[in-house]
Structures are given as structure tokens and as C-alpha cells.
């Protein structure tokens, strides 16, 4: 749910500005109301907020240095480690774009072989041009080795490569490229190549003996520009009132929190009051959820936090989230081997990454629960397998074909689901006339699906049908907005019609992909059984250690792409389907109170 929200305004004499901001900002409860357009034309900000990302680009290319087994401090801090880090990153990309460069050279020299000195200048001494040629073999001509003295060297990639030797000062032009070759000999560029690459070794060995400890002053440099930027933002949302003398600030307090909030303002001389937020505020976003719920929020805020005042939809979309991963992996043996390799994880994991765990673990028990519920393990069909145990929980397993109807059945009661929660959200939001249309089309769906029940049982339901169809119709045509002319709404009506029903058959039928998804990772991992079983040949001990590496990888390759796809479609499912159907609008803000940072 969303937390609600208390305006606070504050006033506060400018000599005692700065002592109260610190005191502000170790209370850590009030979330400054920002002025986006003077903080977008802060330069000091924009520059600190620059620096912010060069430090997390930093940050990320130390991460993946290999460390040494000894690390040293470096010698910098702040900035200058930062500009230091830089310069030493940037003459690498300078000794890459050399080294490429005198490849480039080095490569002229390969097609000639080594070069006699001694002889090139005893022939240069003497009075002979030595020049060299390059042409195509088919244009090259034989009478050139008349005609110029032209000798071939080497063919090679449709290249014939030849020289001439002339008397110096002779003319020789055959219809050829001629070859200018580098200041530097070959022997020269391969030296300074092997230089530059010494250089670059050199610079990434000092890199890695002081990143642990430069990522670490980089982090906490990081914090105290955060804690810079978070000032200014303050300064720039900042009001000058009384000839400069009171500063006027405004911000958003937990409503629960707000008793205790006040107390501590009363001491500190600073004239404050609260009030409710007025219809055209926008609050900050702060989620309060049980347990289970609150596993799901950063999953939410992958799309979209709530607006202040709607539903938060997470504690809803959650359980189904479960559901849907474990019927698109679908797997009793990958559910089971992600459940026991997180629980034991778990017990040696950072306390931050323990959420994100304990949401793996009940998406690897769903796993379990519709791997059974499909019949498969490890790509094995449990329908096939004879063992007691086995055959006596076939009841609980469904075929392709129940999976299938399982699938579209599901898709229907989250619609539903949602189109109830849209009435309420719209009921709480602007009273119970704006939720009229959604009401009319659920009793249509569900009154109109309760009488085709009862016909199949042999009940005559035509007057409850026509009935059920005349009180829908009345909300979704007539009544749809009490505000319009009666004609105007059944305008409205008949083109909400068009997009609802539309719109409810494209929903229904995308929730096909939850049996799609998880009938091809049960092919995939029985393809991979067979191909162990038929490529593993006859040999003892080589067949079963064939057999297992292609189990292995083909399962590893399978547990991956379809864990993938099943954590990505049930969001899609959510965001799209779900929100759409529940009314969802979002665009909140997080609660982001002005409080000391902490190195992240």
C-alpha cells in the first residue's frame, strides 16, 4: 500500500540555515520538495553529477581488474585518483591506437620476406634503383621482366607482388601500385610494438595492485558528492523571503511518522506546520507491504511506482508473479536444484542480496509445484515413468491439452481480477458514478458466464441472460458518465465496447505463452536426454562421462535460456495485461528523504 503523506513547510532564519540543514539531514525523514528547472540550470550540480558518473564508469572498469596478491594504497584521493585513474585508462586506448597503427606499417614488410641491407645498399651504391610493385596476377604482364627487369617475389591472395631493378634515374612506370613503405624497418616497428605492449603491461599491473582500494575511495568520494549534490538540490528548492533573512522550505513526512517529527522541530527554533496534500500536490512514493509482498517492489518499480493516489497493485500481482514463472519453467528437477542451490547461498549471502534470494525461492518452489503439475523432471515425463510412487501422484498431473485450458483459465481470473481493482481505484479516486462502466462490464462477463454454466447443467437461463445483459448494458451505455448528455455516452459506450472486447480476447489469448514457455523447456531438456542417451556411444566408463557432459551443458543451456524468458514474460504479463486491465497509471515519485548518504 501506499504510505500516506503530510506536507511540511518550514521556515527558518538564514543564520541558522546551515546547522539546521545538518540536523535535517541526520533526522533523515523529510523529502524535500525539488525545483526541477532551477537544479536542471545549477551548474555546481550539474558538474558534481558529472563527476558522479565518471566516478561509476571508474568504479566498473576496476571491478573487473584481476587484483594482485598485493594491494597498495594509492597514492591520490578524490578527484586527483579519479583524473590519475583516467590518464592511466587513456593512455591505454593512446598505446592501443599505436599498436594498431604500426600493425597496419608491420604489415607492408610481410608480403617481401626478410630485407637484405647490406645488399639493397650495395645495389644503391652501385647505381641501381630497387623499387617495388604490387598488381593484381592477372594483370600482371611477363615483358615486364623485359622491359623493366621486374622479378617476382611472391603471389599471394590473387597479389603478385614484384620488384624492379633499374639503373638510377631510368624511368619506370608499369601499370602497377608501387609500394612506399614506412620510415621505420620492419625490425624497428616490431621493437616499438613490443615497447608500447611492455608500457600497457606495466600501467594495468599498477592498476590492479591499488583497485580494491581505489574502488573503495572512489565510493566514499562518491557519497560526499552525493551529499554535495543533495545540498545544493536543497539550496535550489529554497525560498528567500523577508529581504533575504528566512529561507522557506517545503517537503513530504511519512503521515505516521509526523507526531515525532514535530517534536523534534519544536526545539529547533524554526517555525514548521503540516497539512494535508491539496488534490493537485504529487507526494513522494513511499511502499508499505507485508513480507511476501515487499519481495516484489523493485519489480514494480521496474515499470512504474504508483501515483500518490491510486492502488499499489504489488501485494496483488505477486502471487500470480510466482504462479506464472513456475509455469513457463515448469520443471520439478530445475525447480528443486534452484530452491536447494539459493537456500544454502543464502546462509553465506550479503544481507542485501537476501531479498532477492528469499523471491528466488518461492519462484524455484512454483517451479516445483507446476514441474509436478506438468509431469516433468529434468526433461523426464513423469506420465512415462512406472514407478509406485510416481504413478500415485499422476492425479495431480495435468496433460498438454489441460495445461493449455489451465493456461487461458488463469489469464481470465487475473483479468478479472484487475477489472476489480480498477472499480475500486476508480471508486476510492472519484466516487462510485466513475466506476460504473467497469461494474457493468463485469457483470456482463460474470453474469453472462454463470448463466452458460447453468445452461449446460439444463437450466433455462434466458430470462436471467437477458436480464444480466440489460443492467450491463444500462452501466456501459447509459450511465457510463453521469456528467454527458445520454447520447454522448452511448457514442462513448459503443467505442469502449469495440476497444474492451478486443481488447479482452488479445489479453486472454497472451497468456498462451505461460504454456508455450513451458512446454518447449520440457521438450528442450527431453531433447537433451535423448541426444545423452543416443551420442554417448558404447564404450564403459567414456559413454557415461559423455552421457554427462551433454546432459549437463544441454541442461545448463536450458535451465538458463528458460529461467531467462520465465522471469521476462510474467513481467510482461504483469505490466501489460494486468496493469492495463486494473486501471494502473502510475508515474509516483520515490520517498527519497534528505538524509546521510551511505557508500553504495
Not at 525523514?29 to 563527476?51: C, G, P, T, Y
Not at 500470480?320 to 544454502?344: H, R
Not at 506438468?374 to 498438454?400: H, N
Request: proline share 4%; net charge negative.
Amino acid at each position: 500500500m501506499v504510505v500516506p503523506m503530510e506536507k511540511l513547510s518550514l521556515l527558518i532564519f538564514y543564520k541558522d540555515y546551515r546547522q539546521f540543514l545538518e540536523e535535517l539531514r541526520e533526522k533523515g525523514v523529510v523529502h524535500v520538495h525539488e525545483n526541477k528547472k532551477r537544479s536542471a540550470e545549477d551548474e555546481k550540480l550539474k558538474q558534481k553529477m558529472f563527476i558522479i558518473k565518471r566516478i561509476g564508469e571508474m568504479i566498473k572498469r576496476l571491478a573487473k581488474r584481476a587484483p594482485e596478491e598485493v594491494e597498495e594504497n594509492p597514492d591520490q584521493e578524490g578527484l586527483e585518483l579519479l583524473t590519475f585513474l583516467e590518464e592511466q585508462y587513456k593512455r591505454v586506448e593512446q598505446i592501443d591506437t599505436q599498436i594498431v597503427s604500426l600493425e597496419k606499417d608491420g604489415q607492408i614488410y610481410e608480403p617481401w620476406g626478410e630485407f637484405p641491407k647490406e645488399e639493397m645498399n650495395g645495389l644503391r651504391d652501385a647505381g641501381w634503383d630497387l623499387r617495388f610493385f604490387t598488381v593484381p596476377d592477372r594483370k600482371y604482364l611477363p615483358e615486364w621482366e623485359e622491359q623493366y627487369n621486374a622479378f617476382p617475389i611472391r603471389q599471394e591472395k590473387g597479389q603478385q607482388y614484384f620488384v624492379t631493378v633499374t639503373p638510377a634515374g631510368t624511368s619506370v612506370q608499369p601499370e602497377a601500385d608501387a609500394v612506399v613503405f614506412p620510415q621505420a624497418t620492419a625490425e624497428e616497428i616490431q621493437q616499438h610494438i613490443d615497447e608500447l605492449r611492455e608500457e600497457k603491461e606495466s600501467i594495468y599491473h599498477k592498476i590492479n595492485r591499488i583497485a580494491v582500494r581505489s574502488i573503495g575511495r572512489l565510493k566514499a568520494y562518491r557519497t560526499s558528492l552525493y551529499e554535495d549534490t543533495d545540498e545544493l538540490k536543497i539550496e535550489d528548492a529554497s525560498e528567500m523571503l523577508i529581504d533575504d533573512k528566512v529561507i522557506a522550505l517545503e517537503g513530504w513526512v511519512p503521515a505516521g511518522i509526523k507526531e515525532n517529527t514535530a517534536d523534534w522541530l519544536a526545539d529547533k527554533g524554526v517555525y514548521y506546520e503540516f497539512e494535508e496534500p491539496a488534490d493537485t500536490d504529487n507526494p513522494p512514493i513511499l511502499l508499505k507491504n507485508n513480507k511476501f509482498a515487499r519481495l516484489f517492489e523493485f519489480i514494480g518499480e521496474l515499470y512504474s511506482l504508483p501515483n500518490y493516489r491510486e492502488i499499489d497493485l504489488t501485494p496483488f500481482f505477486a502471487p500470480f508473479f510466482v504462479l506464472f514463472f513456475g509455469f513457463c519453467l515448469g520443471d520439478a528437477g530445475y525447480g528443486l536444484l534452484l530452491l536447494i542451490g539459493i537456500s544454502i547461498y543464502k546462509i553465506w549471502a550479503k544481507p542485501k542480496l537476501k531479498p532477492i534470494l528469499s523471491l528466488a525461492q518461492w519462484l524455484g518452489a512454483a517451479t516445483v509445484v507446476m514441474g509436478i503439475v506438468s509431469g516433468t523432471f529434468f526433461g523426464i515425463q513423469l506420465l512415462e515413468v512406472q514407478v509406485p510412487w510416481v504413478v500415485k501422484m499422476r492425479a495431480m498431473m495435468l496433460d498438454s491439452q489441460q495445461l493449455f485450458n489451465l493456461a487461458l483459465i488463469i489469464g481470465v481470473v487475473q483479468i478479472i481480477f484487475g477489472m476489480f481493482l480498477k472499480v475500486a481505484n476508480l471508486w476510492r479516486r472519484y466516487g462510485l458514478p466513475a466506476a460504473l462502466s467497469t461494474i457493468g462490464w463485469l457483470i456482463l462477463i460474470l453474469g453472462e458466464g454463470v448463466c452458460y454454466g447453468l445452461s449446460l447443467k439444463g437450466y433455462d437461463v434466458k430470462i436471467p441472460m437477458y436480464v444480466v445483459a440489460g443492467v450491463a448494458g444500462s452501466f456501459i451505455f447509459l450511465f457510463n458518465n453521469l456528467k454527458r448528455n445520454i447520447f454522448i455516452n452511448i457514442g462513448a459506450g459503443l467505442w469502449d465496447t469495440y476497444n474492451t472486447a478486443t481488447g479482452l480476447l488479445g489479453d486472454t489469448l497472451s497468456y498462451i505463452r505461460l504454456f508455450a514457455l513451458g512446454i518447449s523447456s520440457a521438450v528442450l531438456g527431453l531433447v537433451f536426454n535423448d541426444l545423452a542417451v543416443n551420442m554417448s556411444g558404447d564404450i564403459p566408463v567414456v559413454k557415461q562421462l559423455v552421457m554427462l557432459i551433454i546432459l549437463l551443458f544441454g541442461h545448463s543451456v536450458n535451465l538458463f535460456m528458460a529461467g531467462l524468458g520465465s522471469f521476462v514474460h510474467p513481467m510482461r504479463l504483469t505490466f501489460v495485461e494486468f496493469y492495463k486491465n486494473a486501471g494502473f497509471e502510475g508515474g509516483g515519485k520515490k520517498y527519497q528523504p534528505f538524509r546521510r548518504r551511505t557508500e553504495n
